[in-house]
């Protein structure tokens, strides 16, 4: 096993409706794939409360040494988890606004997004629930530093992270 400062961590979420069904489970699927074909790479699956979800889930993933399985976590857990993973994988509009500001690939799994402005800023790519784009996405960003930098780098459509200085000079 390695030491846990060598593990790198890949956070998954998957709750909307659209993406129930097969292409959940074509999303369970690539996850899986991804934790066996990256050995320093553990996913954490942060799953949605519906039963049935849960139940496909942890079907699929719920016996991979490297793929954890968490309840929803309380927000600042999930912001130290968001900060602490290399790259998302989710299909929250949230979740898209979020990462950008801490320097996070998101592959989105949907075809369509509310947030548009994060793709055309390169922070999010769309893949959409397809196993097999969805591995071959998350392994290059992985594999290959030049492609990762290259998104976790980009402009953050979300601003800059300096509002509140900003608007403390304004009260002055």
């Known amino acids: 096993a390695l030491p846990i400062w060598h593990v790198r961590v890949f956070l998954v979420t998957a709750h909307r409706r659209e993406n129930w069904g097969e292409s959940f489970v074509g999303i369970c699927t690539a996850v899986r794939d991804l934790a ?18 849960s139940r496909v889930a942890h079907g699929i993933l719920g016996d991979h040494p490297r793929v954890h399985l968490a309840p929803p976590l309380p927000y600042a857990d999930f912001v130290q988890l968001l900060d602490r993973s290399v790259l998302i994988l989710s299909d929250s509009g949230g979740v898209q606004e979020e ?15 509310e947030r548009p402005e994060a793709v055309d800023a390169g922070t999010v790519r769309r893949v959409g629930t397809d196993r097999a784009r969805i591995v071959a996405e998350a392994a290059r960003l992985l594999d290959d530093e030049a492609y990762y ?22 009260l002055g």
């Open 36 to 53: 066996e074909c990256q050995g320093d790479v553990h996913a954490v699956f942060v799953t949605h409360p519906n039963p049935e979800l």
């Open 99 to 113: 990462a950008p500001g801490l320097g996070k690939p998101v592959l989105g799994t949907r075809d369509t997004t």
């Open 149 to 170: 930098h290259a998104m976790a780098r980009a402009h953050n459509p979300y601003g800059d992270g300096h509002a509140c200085k900003r608007i403390l000079e304004v």
